[in-house]
C-alpha cells in the first residue's frame, strides 16, 4: 500500500517562530488532506490539498502532487498551535492512509 | 464542531465483550468512515460506507463489523475485545465518494479501554 512519511516527528519551538510540516507519499493520490490533533484528542481538518496551495490565517499548504510531497506552513506560531499534525491521503481504491504524525510544541 | 456526532464519548469494559459504536454524519454527507487510533499502531482506516453500501475496506479485523443505516448513522461493533483493541474510534464523514475528492469531517471520537 502506500507509504506517507511525516518530518520531522517532532517540533519544539518558540512563540512567533514559524515552521514548515513535511508530507511525502509514495504513490498517485487523490485526495490530501491535513489535521490539528488537538490536546483533547479532537481532529480538526485544517486543509483539503491534492495539489496547489490554500491560505488559512496564519497557516497555508503547498501539495506538488508530481513530486509526492506536501508542506504546511505555520507562522508566528501560538501555544495553542500545540499537538500533532497529521498529513492524510486517498487514492482512487477509497482507502486513507495517516502519517505518523508531527508533535507541535509551542513554548511561550 | 465539525457536526459529525459520535456516542459513547467513553467506554470501559472486559475482554470478551461486544460493544457498539455509533456515528451520526453532518447533515448532507453519505460517506461515513471508521478509523482507529491507537498507541502503537497510529491513525488507521478501519471501513467506509457510503449511502448504506461498503464502500472501501481498510484494516479492520474480522471480529470487527460495521453498518450504515437507511437514516446514514453507522455503527461499529466490536465482538471477543481484547487488550489491544483498547483505543481512540473515530468516525469522519463527507459529502459523496465517487472520486475520493472531498473533505472529511471528523466527530469527537470514542475513548475504548478494555480491561
Known amino acids: 500500500g502506500i507509504q506517507v512519511e511525516q518530518s520531522p516527528p517532532d517540533l519544539i519551538l518558540q512563540e512567533g517562530a514559524n515552521s514548515t510540516l513535511r508530507c511525502n507519499f509514495s504513490?498517485?493520490?487523490?485526495?490530501l488532506q491535513w489535521f490539528h490533533q488537538n490536546p483533547w484528542g479532537q481532529l480538526i481538518n485544517l486543509f483539503y490539498?491534492?495539489?496547489g496551495t490554500k491560505q488559512n490565517g496564519r497557516l497555508s499548504a503547498t501539495t506538488v502532487a508530481t513530486e509526492r510531497y506536501s508542506l504546511l506552513y505555520i507562522s508566528s506560531s501560538q501555544t495553542t498551535d500545540s499537538g500533532v499534525y497529521f498529513c492524510?491521503?486517498?487514492?482512487?481504491?477509497?482507502?486513507?492512509?495517516f502519517g505518523d504524525g508531527t508533535t507541535l510544541t509551542v513554548k511561550p | 464542531d465539525s457536526g459529525v456526532t459520535q456516542t459513547p464519548k467513553h467506554l470501559i469494559t472486559a475482554t470478551g465483550q461486544r460493544v457498539t459504536l455509533r456515528c451520526s454524519p453532518r447533515?448532507?454527507?453519505?460517506?461515513v468512515y471508521w478509523y482507529q487510533q491507537s498507541l502503537d499502531q497510529g491513525l488507521q482506516f478501519l471501513i467506509q460506507?457510503?449511502?448504506?453500501?461498503?464502500?472501501a475496506k481498510g484494516n479492520i479485523l474480522e471480529r470487527f463489523s460495521a453498518q450504515q443505516f437507511p437514516d446514514l448513522h453507522s455503527e461499529l461493533n466490536l465482538s471477543s475485545l481484547e487488550l489491544g483493541d483498547s483505543a481512540l474510534y473515530f468516525c469522519?464523514?463527507?459529502?459523496?465518494?465517487?472520486?475520493?475528492?472531498?473533505?472529511?469531517?471528523f466527530g469527537p471520537g470514542t475513548r475504548l479501554l478494555v480491561l
Open positions: 490539498i491534492p495539489s
Open positions: 492524510a491521503v486517498r487514492t482512487n481504491a477509497g482507502k486513507s492512509t
Open positions: 460506507y457510503y449511502n448504506g453500501e461498503e464502500r
Open positions: 447533515s448532507g454527507d453519505l460517506s
Open positions: 504513490d498517485s493520490v487523490n485526495n
Open positions: 469522519a464523514s463527507s459529502v459523496a465518494t465517487e472520486t475520493a475528492q472531498e473533505t472529511q469531517y
